[in-house]
């Protein structure tokens, strides 16, 4: 157990619909990252946070957004969705900026139908 | 084109034997991560290399980080069934733009 929590583990859609993912950082991490892992593309880096503000962002679709919340859980929130979507979400924390160890969750798997 | 390629992207051994994967950037590495994902679970951190040269080992994998040629490679000693999943590395692009992976070598132990 990492100590990271997503939720929810799976989730079905329908395309066009829009969907939030959670999670909850080790206790004490203030930096929480957000990956996609698709079966083509490996793990693709979307966006870093570290203690409410966005540090960096990646390959993130405009469709998709997240924030970090003062008890630092963050969300991703993923709107008209795409079959091209499905794809497994991880979420890892980290207790500094630099993320110099970086813990996942075990991911939220998304199918869009 | 993947700036991290990984080889081979799947392997078979019987248990008991060694195996090596290796990890090549087409970027300079400042720092170089080793994970594991196990099937259907998260990823876990395996082990983190920043300098040239060096070389770390946890139980049965060992990892190297050789700067100029811009690879690491992972060498699992006497594999075992719990040693099955899928490998990642992660490359650290230095700053905030953190780690950028490559994409996984599935790795089958044979009792």
């Known amino acids: 157990d990492s100590g990271v929590t997503q939720t929810p583990k799976h989730l079905i859609t329908a395309t066009g619909q829009r969907v939030t993912l959670r999670c909850s950082p080790r206790?004490?991490?203030?930096?929480v990252y957000w990956y996609q892992q698709s079966l083509d593309q490996g793990l693709q880096f979307l966006i870093h946070?570290?203690?409410?503000?966005?540090?960096a962002k990646g390959n993130i679709l405009e469709r998709f957004s997240a924030q970090q919340f003062p008890d630092l859980h963050s969300e991703l929130n993923l709107s008209s969705l795409e079959l091209g979507d499905s794809a497994l979400y991880f979420c890892?924390?980290?207790?500094?900026?630099?993320?110099?160890?970086?813990?996942f969750g075990e991911g939220s798997w998304l199918t869009v139908v | 084109s993947q700036e991290l390629e990984q080889s081979p992207q799947s392997l078979i051994v019987q248990e008991g034997k060694n195996l090596t994967i290796n990890c090549t950037s087409s970027?300079?590495?400042?720092?170089l991560y080793w994970y594991k994902q196990k099937y259907g679970e998260g990823l876990i951190f395996l082990m983190m290399?920043?300098?040239?040269?060096e070389e770390k080992s946890h139980e049965k994998i060992t990892a190297k980080l050789d700067e100029k040629k811009q690879q690491s490679s992972l060498h699992i000693t006497a594999s075992q069934p719990s040693h099955a999943g899928i490998y990642l590395c992660?490359?650290?692009?230095?700053?905030?733009?953190?780690?950028?992976f490559g994409t996984g070598t599935k790795l089958q132990v044979i009792p």
């Open positions: 890892a924390s980290s207790a500094d900026p630099a993320g110099n160890t970086i813990y």
């Open positions: 206790s004490g991490d203030l930096s």
């Open positions: 946070y570290y203690n409410g503000e966005e540090r």
């Open positions: 970027k300079t590495l400042y720092g």
């Open positions: 290399l920043q300098k040239g040269g």
């Open positions: 992660g490359a650290d692009r230095g700053g905030y733009q953190k780690v950028t």
